[in-house]
């Protein structure tokens, strides 16, 4: 008897993890959402190969400090200590070939040695489908600094 009941335990379990997992790779990502929470892990994790894998050649950041070029914000990203972040507030909509994504990001870290605001940021990304997946190719935020 208590045999069937731990088999009927171990296969609940099972049923319940048979549902779709969410994608936590690249290749396995299906929205837009998740594109920007790989993103910023990638940077949480300063993978710098995938998020520089992820910009397209022509990429332009919008910040309070005005616009950087594709070099110039793959700088400031890796001035990025971040220890964790969450998005809210997520916004997508096509555009074409193309995703526009909005959000609010709370982050907890640092850029620079300077802490960042505890506040949420306000961001917005442009992704665009290319042969090899997708690839963010504008973005603009609120983010103290240059981001």
Same mark, same amino acid.
């Given at each position: 008897?208590?045999?069937? &009941?731990? %088999?009927?335990?171990?296969? !609940? =379990?099972?049923?319940?993890?048979?549902?779709?997992? /969410?994608?936590? #790779?690249?290749?396995?990502?299906?929205?837009?959402?998740?594109?920007?929470?790989?993103?910023?892990?990638?940077?949480?994790?300063?993978?710098?190969?995938?998020?520089?894998?992820?910009?397209?050649?022509?990429?332009?950041?919008?910040?309070?400090? &005005?616009? %950087?070029?594709?070099?110039? !914000? =793959?700088?400031?990203?890796?001035?990025?200590?971040? /220890?964790?972040? #969450?998005?809210?507030n997520?916004?997508?909509?096509?555009?074409?070939?193309?995703?526009?994504?909005?959000?609010d990001?709370?982050?907890?870290?640092?850029?620079?040695?300077?802490?960042?605001p505890?506040?949420?940021?306000?961001?917005?990304?442009?992704?665009?489908?290319?042969?090899?997946?997708?690839?963010?190719?504008?973005?603009?935020?609120?983010?103290?600094?240059?981001?």
């Open positions: 008897m208590r045999t069937r &009941g731990l %088999l009927a335990i171990l296969l !609940a =379990l099972l049923l319940t993890s048979c549902g779709s997992p /969410k994608p936590n #790779t690249w290749s396995g990502a299906t929205g837009a959402e998740q594109f920007e929470r790989l993103f910023w892990q990638s940077v949480q994790q300063k993978d710098w190969d995938n998020v520089e894998h992820h910009l397209a050649s022509t990429y332009v950041a919008v910040t309070s400090s &005005g616009r %950087l070029e594709r070099a110039e !914000a =793959l700088a400031h990203l890796k001035q990025l200590d971040i /220890k964790d972040f #969450t998005l809210g997520v916004d997508v909509r096509p555009a074409g070939g193309d995703m526009v994504v909005t959000y990001i709370t982050v907890h870290g640092t850029v620079g040695g300077q802490a960042l505890e506040t949420p940021m306000h961001m917005m990304t442009v992704w665009q489908q290319v042969k090899h997946g997708w690839i963010a190719v504008a973005h603009a935020d609120s983010m103290p600094g240059k981001m």
